[in-house]
């Protein structure tokens, strides 16, 4: 146990701030466990523990781990190996490994592509592409795609074919279908057999033949 002052019986200890800097030395965890003679730099340690040892430490957990360097295990070659695969996240395109899911998250959203459809509409959180070719392929195919010029660089793209109506309706008004005059069908009237039909006498409830009227009154009489 160190302590800042060294009074008393029994052997002396050390000095609080002295076993504070030994504990977090970048020292050699195989032949100096004490900390007594740091390296200036990450590199010249992992140079020494290859050279001197056959080992190495994980540079992903020299650079990131809350651990102090001592507290670090040195790995033969294979079981590094072992260790990043099990132990860190890796880009499924770069194959490049990172020290967990914020880092690899990090890298994923700087150097590549995700589809905003499929995490609006809850078929994936996270649908990840290598690159932008990639991300448009996977629109033409699974979603709805606005192939209007001012859209179709930006890759804008719908879960359904109503969405994308009602984008078309609010965006681009303009292409959509109108009255096209020259599909009408010209409607002919024929006024001379228009004159020709008998007018109805019954108003909007029919029309009766015009000696049926007669009869009608001549019953009464």
């Known amino acids: 146990?160190?302590?800042d002052e060294a009074g008393g019986a029994g052997p002396r200890r050390k000095p609080l701030h002295v076993a504070l800097l030994q504990m977090t030395a970048r020292a050699c965890p195989v032949c100096d466990k004490g900390g007594r003679h740091p390296f200036p730099s990450a590199r010249l340690l992992q140079d020494h523990l290859r050279l001197s040892h056959g080992r190495q430490l994980c540079d992903l957990c020299l650079a990131h781990s809350h651990r102090f360097t001592l507290q670090l295990e040195p790995l033969s070659l294979q079981a590094m190996r072992a260790h990043r695969e099990s132990t860190h996240p890796s880009c499924q395109f770069c194959h490049t490994h990172f020290y967990g899911s914020d880092e690899l998250y990090t890298h994923m959203q700087r150097e590549h592509f995700h589809c905003m459809v499929c995490q609006r509409s809850g078929r994936g959180a996270y649908?990840?592409?290598r690159d932008a070719q990639q991300l448009q392929d996977h629109l033409r195919s699974q979603?709805?795609?606005?192939?209007?010029?001012?859209?179709?660089?930006?890759?804008?793209?719908?879960a359904t074919e109503e969405e994308l109506r009602q984008h078309h309706a609010q965006r681009h008004p303009r292409s959509m279908p109108r009255w096209d005059p020259s599909r009408a069908r010209p409607l002919v009237l024929d006024f001379d057999?228009?004159?020709?039909?008998?007018?109805?006498?019954?108003?909007?409830?029919?029309?009766?033949?015009a000696g049926a009227a007669g009869d009608v009154g001549g019953s009464g009489a």
């Not at 979603?143 to 719908?158: N, Q, S, T």
């Not at 057999?193 to 033949?209: D, E, I, V």
Request: net charge neutral; glycine share 10%.
């Open 143 to 158: 979603h709805h795609v606005c192939e209007e010029p001012e859209c179709a660089d930006c890759l804008i793209a719908f």
């Open 1 to 3: 146990v160190a302590q």
């Open 193 to 209: 057999t228009l004159r020709r039909l008998p007018r109805a006498s019954g108003g909007r409830g029919g029309s009766a033949p």
């Open 127 to 129: 649908v990840y592409m």
